[in-house]
């Protein structure tokens, strides 16, 4: 009997610390521009900046175009500012934005089994979940309202397991 009330108080723990939606159960990957795998460069006139998309080298290995991603799969958008010649980005010999080496925005989404259960079905994008943080790993916003864009921009895509980029690299490398 001395052992139940150690192992409920276990249980409630991990029970409450899974249900605990928000950012700050998104882990900033440390090294990831080293041990991640860049996957895509996108070049972003609206906003004169240049992003570069990783992924977590053993969900790279795993993962099934057409399938769910695998739990444990991180995926990452660094932004970038861009040279300019005046207001004009400037390009490369390729016709592609040039990125200055400093890091405005580091996005993660990941996914942990679970996760998505703390979110209301009508906000939920299956056990995702988002962070957002500066260059040298800080949170810059842990509210999770402040992630509400997120979640309603990533519905639109349930059907690749609410991923734009890393669902699409999967399906054309299958080609």
Not at 125 to 152: E, I, M, Q, T, V
């Amino acid at each position: 009997m001395r052992h139940v009330l150690p192992l409920a108080l276990a249980a409630l723990v991990l029970s409450a610390s899974n249900a605990a939606a928000g950012p700050e159960r998104v882990a900033f990957p440390a090294g990831y521009r080293e041990s991640f795998v860049r996957y895509l460069d996108v070049d972003r006139p609206d906003r004169k900046t240049k992003r570069f998309f990783y992924v977590n080298p053993e969900a790279l290995e795993v993962a099934t175009a057409g399938a769910p991603l695998p739990d444990g799969t991180v995926l990452i958008m660094e932004d970038h500012p861009v040279e300019l010649d005046g207001e004009v980005p400037r390009r490369d010999a390729e016709g592609r934005f040039i990125a200055m080496p400093e890091i405005t925005n580091v996005f993660v989404m990941e996914k942990q089994p679970g996760w998505g259960e703390a979110y209301p079905a009508d906000k939920r994008n299956g056990d995702w979940d988002y962070a957002w943080f500066d260059a040298a790993g800080s949170l810059k916003h842990s509210d999770p309202a402040r992630y509400d864009g997120c979640f309603s921009c990533h519905q639109s895509r349930a059907a690749r397991d609410f991923t734009f980029t890393f669902f699409k690299y999967l399906e054309d490398l299958k080609r």
